[in-house]
Every structure is written in structure tokens, then in C-alpha cells.
């Protein structure tokens, strides 16, 4: 792989992801223990989603959704049952069965502009981005104030390459949840595909403000400062990158490449290694061949040095 090819590919190589801003938090999985109906009828549907939320809060998220799970069949018509539900099944990664439980919700509530913003969220992480835009355009009919819908819009018109809508649904959610990085990180990807170089790391840094550990943050900071040829701001952004997430590959590699830039062959082997390892145990075995390719260039050319 030649040189240059490394460099577009680190410039590119952006990660961008879907962040639930209303998700509950992961959770350890403990033994699920579902109750009978014959046990729950002693409690009430709303008793059951509130011993749900407090299991949340114990991290023992499978026999909170057990706790939803029979709120909802005590009550079909208790929306905050279906929508709690519809959170803790999307943090397990059940798509489809978490977007049932929120049109449920929608069913019971039609106004619940919540439960439309999250199964817009939903939708688009399931690759359906036109249904995701109508239950988000819903969510904000209901509610214009409403930052995590304009923010999912914002995603969905990122993912179909629609920049300026995106910039203006990201705009509109800072103006309602503008503590929340997510939104600022993603309007510096948007403006970066623009070619708007200062705004995107104007707005990366301001992500890095509001998250100060915001790993993939650092890593386009310093993916744009490498582009620039300014090696040594790039190489401290990947190093607080990787400081912010030790497990976060790119910062390594990227690191590697910078070393090798500047002629640190030996100190481009370590950084690299620690990216090999990171991409074969995530199972990237593409990045990881690319990694030992460049490892290797390291290695022969820090041997040429030594002789």
C-alpha cells in the first residue's frame, strides 16, 4: 500500500455512529426471571415500569425488561410501558422487537413525540432511513423543541448525503440540547464531506469541550492537522485519542503514520503494533493486514538506519 493511498485512507477513514441520546446506559446481564400474570396481578402496571426503572438502576437490564414486559401486558394501553421497554430492547441490540415496542407506545399515546423520535432512531439504524424521516418529521410536528429528534433527522439527511439539510437539523437540535457533543461531533463529519476544513475542526473541538474524552473527536482533529503536514498537533491528538479510548485502534495507527513521517521508525512499530492487535481482536482483519504492511515498511527502514 503506498503512502499516499495510507494517507487518503486515514483522511477518510472517519468513524461516524449513531448515539442514542435518550438510551439508557449498558448494563451487566444478570439471570432474566420473568413473573406469571397470576404473580403480577398483586402490583399494578405502573408499579411493574417503576420497579423496571429501578432495576436499571442496579444494572440488571434482562429482568428490567421482564418488568416492562409485564407492565405491558397488565396494561396494553400504558405508553410509558411499551417506550421503556422499547429503550432497553434498542440497548441490547433488538431492533426490530425495540421498534415495535415504541409504535406500541404511539398506538397507546399518539402525541408521545418521544416515542416517534426514537423509533425514527430506530429505523435508521435498521437501514431504513425514509420510514426513520417520517417518524421524526412526526416528532417534531408534536414537539418543535424536541433536540433528539432534530439531532436523529440530522443523521438521517447526513446518511443520505443531504449536507445542508443536515447542517441546518443539527443547528436547530445544538439550539435546543447544546450541551450535547454528539450533535457538534457530527456537524464537523458533515462539514469535513463539505471540504470546510475550519468549521469541521472548529467543531470537533467543541465536542471535545463539551466530552473531553471524545476518542473519535481527537482522532478527526488530528486527521485534518495530518493532512495539513502538520505532523507533531496531529501526532498529540492521536495520542489524546488514544488516551481517551486505549482500545480505539484508529489513534494508533494513525500515530504510526505520523512516526513514520518524521522518521521514528522504532516509536511507528510500537504504536503500530498496539493498532495490529487492537484490529485482529476486533475481528478487522482488513485494517489489521494494512497495519502489518506499514509495519513492516517500519521495520525495514528502521534496519536500513541501523546499518
Not at 397507546?108 to 432511513?129: D, I, Q, R
Request: no cysteine; aromatic share 10%; charged share 15%.
Amino acid at each position: 500500500m503506498s503512502e499516499f493511498r495510507l494517507i487518503e485512507l486515514i483522511l477518510k477513514k472517519l468513524v461516524v455512529f449513531l448515539i442514542s441520546i435518550l438510551s439508557v446506559m449498558a448494563f451487566a446481564k444478570v439471570g432474566l426471571t420473568t413473573p406469571s400474570l397470576a404473580q403480577a396481578s398483586s402490583q399494578t402496571a405502573t408499579n411493574w415500569v417503576n420497579q423496571g426503572l429501578k432495576l436499571i438502576q442496579q444494572n440488571k437490564l434482562k429482568d428490567a425488561i421482564a418488568a416492562f414486559e409485564t407492565a405491558t401486558k397488565l396494561d396494553p394501553k400504558l405508553a410509558p410501558a411499551h417506550y421503556n421497554l422499547g429503550l432497553a430492547l434498542r440497548e441490547t441490540g433488538q431492533l426490530q422487537p425495540a421498534a415495535e415496542a415504541f409504535y406500541r407506545a404511539i398506538q397507546a399515546e399518539p402525541k408521545f413525540a418521544l416515542a416517534y423520535a426514537n423509533l425514527g432512531a430506530v429505523l435508521l439504524e435498521g437501514n431504513n432511513p425514509q420510514q426513520a424521516q417520517e417518524f421524526l418529521q412526526n416528532a417534531i410536528k408534536l414537539e418543535p423543541n424536541l433536540g433528539l429528534a432534530h439531532y436523529n433527522l440530522g443523521l438521517v439527511k447526513e446518511q443520505q448525503q443531504d449536507w445542508q439539510g443536515a447542517i441546518t437539523a443539527y443547528n436547530t437540535a445544538l439550539k435546543y440540547s447544546p450541551t450535547l457533543p454528539e450533535i457538534t461531533y457530527h456537524l464537523g463529519i458533515v462539514y469535513l464531506q463539505q471540504s470546510q476544513v475550519d468549521q469541521a475542526i472548529a467543531a470537533f473541538r467543541e465536542a471535545i469541550k463539551l466530552k473531553p474524552n471524545y476518542a473519535e473527536a481527537y482522532y478527526n482533529v488530528g486527521a485534518i492537522l495530518f493532512g495539513q503536514g502538520n505532523f507533531q498537533s496531529a501526532l498529540e491528538a492521536f495520542r489524546q485519542s488514544a488516551l481517551a479510548n486505549r482500545n480505539y485502534a484508529n489513534a494508533y495507527y494513525a500515530a504510526g503514520l505520523v512516526y513514520m513521517h518524521l522518521g521514528q521508525y522504532q516509536n511507528a512499530q510500537i504504536v503500530l503494533q498496539s493498532a495490529k492487535t487492537l484490529y485482529a481482536s476486533q475481528g478487522n482483519s482488513q485494517w489489521a493486514k494494512s497495519t502489518e504492511e506499514l509495519l513492516q515498511q517500519a521495520f525495514q527502514l528502521s534496519s536500513g538506519l541501523s546499518q
